[in-house]
DNA sequence: TTGATTCATTCAATTGATTGAATAACTTGG
DNA sequence: CCAAGTTATTCAATCAATTGAATGAATCAA
C-alpha cells in the first residue's frame, strides 16, 4: 500500500502477461504486493492472504486474474525480467553480437565491462524493489522453477556471453572456450556476491542496504578485482597462464 | 532411505548437540533427512512427514528429539557447520591469526588463497550432501534465522577475514580498510558464484553436478584470476589504481 | 519393573482455491 | 440522454487439503 507508490515509477507495461490492456489498479498492485512477499519469504512461504492484503485487494482476485498464486508469482518474475531487460541488456547484446573478426583490445574490454557493472549497480540502487528481485532470482538458483528457464533465457544468458566475450577478447581466448566461461562465471561472481552473500556483506559492512554511497564504493572495489584480470596478462612479460 | 548411507561417512559427532551421546540410529537418521529434504525444499516447503519418511522414523521422533521441525533445522544447520569447520576452517584460522607484523609476499598470499579455495572445492566434491548445504546456507542469507548466526561466526566470518588478510598483504593495503573488506568479498564471489550461480553454471557448462574432474576445472579458472588480482599490482609498474 | 523410544491416530490451525452474490463499469437500443 | 442489459470486477464466506504438533497406547531394553 505505501510501499506501491515508490514501485509505481517502474511503469511496466504488463499488457504482454495477458493481453489484457487496462487494468491499471488491482492487477498492478497484486503484482507490486508479490514481488515484496515473494521476496521477503518465498514461493512455499509468502500466502495470498498476506500478498491480498499487502495489495488491499481481496484474496480471490489473485485467482481471477493470474489463475492461482503460480500464476502471480510468473506475472511477477516476468515484470522484473521485463525491468533488468530494459535497464542492463542493451550493452551486453551489443557486446555478444559484436563483429567475432573486430575484438576489443584489453582496455576497451575493461571498460564495457566495468560499464556494464556500473548500470547494474545502478539499476540495484535506483529501484528500490532490487532487493527483492535479487532474492527471488536467487532461490531460483537453488531450487529452479520454470521461472528461471524465463530468467536465464531473457537476462542471465545474454549478461554471461557478453562477460565471456570481454574476457576472452582481453585475454587472447575464444569466448566459447570452456575455461574461458569457467573464468567468465568467475568474474560475474564478484559483482553477483553483493547480491548472493548479502547478508554477509551487511554484517561485515554494518551497512542496512545498498544506497548510491554504498554502490559507489563496491563499484570501486569490483573495478580494482577487473583492471587486474583484464589487464594482468598484458602487463605480465612471461603471462603465467593456468597451471 | 538409500540416500543416508552414502552420507554416513561424515560422522557428525553431534554429541554436542543436546548432551545427549548414544542415539545413532533416529536421531541421526533425522538430520541427514533434514538435510536433504531442507536442502531441495526449504524450512518452509519441507513437510516433517517428507522428512520423516527420507528417514525411515515416524513423524513424531522429530518433536520427540529436536522439539518441532524449526529444532530438527537448527540441528542440521549446526551439523553442516561443524563439518565444514574441520574441513575448512583451520586454514583460514591460521592465516588470520598470522602476525600482523609480519605480513605474507604476494606470491605466499596467492598460493594460501589458492590452497584455501582448493581445499574448499575438495570438500564440494567430497561430500554429496554439499549441494544440500550450500542450498541452505544461500537461502539463510536471502532470508536469515537465527541459523545465518551461527553459520556466520563460525564459518563465514572466519573465511572473510582469512581471505581480507591475504588481499591486503598482496596489495600492501590493511586488512581492516573498508575498501579492501569490499574487494576480498568480490574475491570470494568468485568462487561462491559455483554454489549462489549453481543452475546458471550448470546450464552454461551442460554440467549435471560437480564432480572431481568439474571442480578441476573450476579451480584453474578461479586460480587464473586470483593469479591476476594478487599478483597485478607486483608486475604493473605504475599500478594504476581505482580511478 | 522402569524408563526410553516408536507408533498410529487425532487435533487445531492454516493453506490455496472456489463459490455465488453484490457491485461497478460499460454497451446497446430507443 | 436514458434505461435495460451485459460484462467485468470485488467481496465475504466456505471448502477440502495439508500442515506441525500432540496424544496415549504399544514396544523395547535394561
Redesign the interface.
Known amino acids: 500500500m505505501t510501499k506501491a507508490s515508490d514501485w509505481d515509477l517502474m511503469a511496466v507495461p504488463d499488457s504482454f502477461l495477458t493481453g489484457k490492456g487496462s487494468e491499471p489498479d488491482a492487477r498492478q498492485r497484486l503484482i507490486t504486493a508479490g514481488l515484496e512477499i515473494f521476496g ?6 509468502a500466502t495470498t492472504r498476506q500478498i491480498a492484503l499487502q495489495a488491499g485487494v481481496n484474496q480471490a482476485a489473485i485467482a481471477y486474474y493470474f489463475g492461482g498464486k503460480e500464476g502471480l508469482y510468473m506475472a511477477v518474475i516476468e515484470s522484473v525480467v521485463s525491468t533488468i531487460k530494459a535497464n542492463v541488456l542493451p550493452a551486453a547484446l551489443s557486446i555478444k553480437e559484436r563483429d567475432p573478426a573486430n575484438g576489443f583490445t584489453p582496455r576497451e574490454a575493461l571498460e564495457l565491462a566495468q560499464g556494464m557493472i556500473r548500470a547494474f549497480l545502478g539499476t540495484l540502487v535506483r529501484f528500490p524493489m532490487a532487493s527483492s528481485w535479487s ?1 527471488i532470482v ?7 522453477t520454470k521461472g ?1 528457464d524465463y530468467i ?1 533465457e531473457n537476462v ?2 545474454h549478461i ?1 556471453q557478453a562477460f565471456a566475450r570481454l574476457l576472452a577478447d582481453a585475454t587472447g581466448s575464444h569466448s566459447e572456450d ?2 574461458m ?3 567468465a ?10 547480491l ?6 551487511r ?3 554494518h551497512w542496512q542496504c545498498y544506497t548510491a554511497e554504498e554502490a559507489r ?2 563499484e ?6 577487473l ?3 583484464f ?3 598484458t ?2 612479460p612471461g603471462k ?4
Open positions: 521477503a519469504y518465498n514461493l512455499e512461504g532474492r536467487m532461490r531460483e538458483q537453488m531450487q529452479p528461471f536465464y542471465i544468458q554471461h570452456p575455461q566461461i569457467l573464468r562465471h568467475s568474474l560475474v561472481g564478484q559483482f553477483i556476491i553483493f548472493a552473500g548479502r547478508e554477509t556483506v554484517r561485515r559492512m564504493q563496491i570501486a572495489a569490483v573495478n580494482a578485482n583492471e587486474a584480470i589487464l594482468y596478462e602487463n605480465t603465467g597462464n593456468d597451471q
